[in-house]
């Protein structure tokens, strides 16, 4: 199936992922259905971002969708699974205004920025806890910078455990990895 088959985002609506206690972050309708059918100012919006590699390194990809309202995906080759999924995260935000909630499967991204291991990269001057080049850091600096900045919150969902929006962000991951995909553009669903 290509990406741009009719309605290649045709599927069995599953329940939209909790909302942490006490917090209200979205419309009833983006509750109710998973997605912002109406925008309000200020309304987070779920994006949810995956990445992907055919062999680690190898040609690799990444894709985002927000639910009901749009999709973008890339690749590069060679690449690495951890990179892809920093990149579809950078562009995502580098190209969505508003705050937003990243939904990724990938500890690396989410912990990165709920754990705070960006502060450590930076007070050790870009080395890791083993005092090793943080990898990616083409990528992390200018997406750090952009978070440093913006309004946006990250959360992590089990991969390939059936939450329909992940399922969508993989396949556009893995079809771009394979040379279907936006190339960067931000399409409407």
Known sequence: MSLFDPDPFSFEEQPPLEEPPGEVRSSEADRASG????????????????????????????????????????????????????????HAIQNLEGPLEIVSDSTYVVNCFNDGWWKGWEKRGWKNSQKKPVANQDLWKPLIDLYKTRDVTFRWVKGHAGNTWNDKADELAVAASQGDGANGEVCPL
Do not use: Y
């Open 35 to 90: 997605a912002d059918e109406v925008r309000e100012p200020g309304v987070r919006r779920k994006v949810f971002t995956d990445g992907a590699c055919k062999g680690n390194p190898g040609p690799g990809g990444w894709g985002w969708v927000i639910p009901g309202e749009s999709w973008s995906s890339g690749a590069e080759d060679p690449s690495t699974n951890q990179r892809m999924e920093v990149h579809a995260v950078l």
